[in-house]
């Protein structure tokens, strides 16, 4: 027990580090090249809270989802990372970005499944979310509810621009939203739109370069 608690301590005295490296970085620095709001209380580890990383394709969500899951797994913490099954691009059991960085992760198919899962972990990344059925906002309340700090990452809007899922609540839940952009092919401004470049009208059509582009708002059109 006292091993235990001794191990509790370490860990929350590592990652109060952790947090607080990250806030002094983030108030000096700018992120992406814009001001981020992203402050993580560098206080004890009792109280859980909701992290949103979201933009659209080729921003740098999943890239900034695993340096943070990353740094959190340095710090020793216990760390879970769900994707919903849509998504097989790149890997069936990992999280990948399109830079190819990877973190081990579990697929599943309802977001309530996650409560099981949870149980001993710190740390709860969410990647796609845009993708889980309407009960991940409950999940995602009930995982900060219980303490934990959950990290989710998702497109904002779909290819026509419209709020994507349950992604617009997340948004407004959330303690914590980093916006990513990704620059424009047509002009290279700041991008925070998704083009789809073929002519599918399908809300879903999984797919990278081969399907999108990012643009800025004036050079995006819906197909
Ligand atoms: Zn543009």
């Given at each position: 027990m006292q091993e235990l608690e001794n191990i509790f301590r370490v860990n929350s005295e590592k990652a109060k580090k952790e947090e607080i490296e990250i806030y002094i970085n983030f108030a000096k620095n700018k992120y992406n090249g814009v001001m981020v709001d992203l402050v993580p209380h560098p206080v004890a580890h009792n109280t859980g809270w909701i992290e949103v990383v979201s933009g659209c394709m080729f921003s740098g969500k999943t890239e900034e989802l695993i340096r943070r899951l990353r740094r959190a797994i340095f710090a020793k913490l216990n760390v879970k990372i769900f994707k919903p099954k849509i998504d097989i691009r790149y890997s069936k059991t990992e999280i990948v970005s399109h830079s190819e960085q990877a973190l081990p992760s579990i697929v599943i198919e309802k977001s309530e499944e996650i409560i099981a899962l949870v149980k001993d972990a710190d740390i709860i990344g969410i990647d796609?979310?845009?993708?889980?059925?309407?009960?991940i906002v409950n999940v995602v309340l009930q995982l900060a509810q219980m303490g934990k700090r959950v990290i989710v990452a998702g497109l904002d809007m779909d290819f026509r621009g419209v709020p994507f899922g349950s992604m617009p609540t997340l948004l407004a839940i959330a303690e914590y939203v980093t916006k990513p952009k990704a620059i424009c092919v047509v002009c290279g401004s700041p991008a925070t739109m998704t083009q789809r470049?073929?002519?599918?009208?399908?809300?879903v059509d999984v797919g990278a370069i081969d399907k999108y582009e990012a643009r800025c708002r004036k050079h995006h059109y819906i197909p």
């Open positions: 796609e979310a845009q993708f889980f059925d309407e009960n470049i073929t002519d599918s009208k399908e809300q």
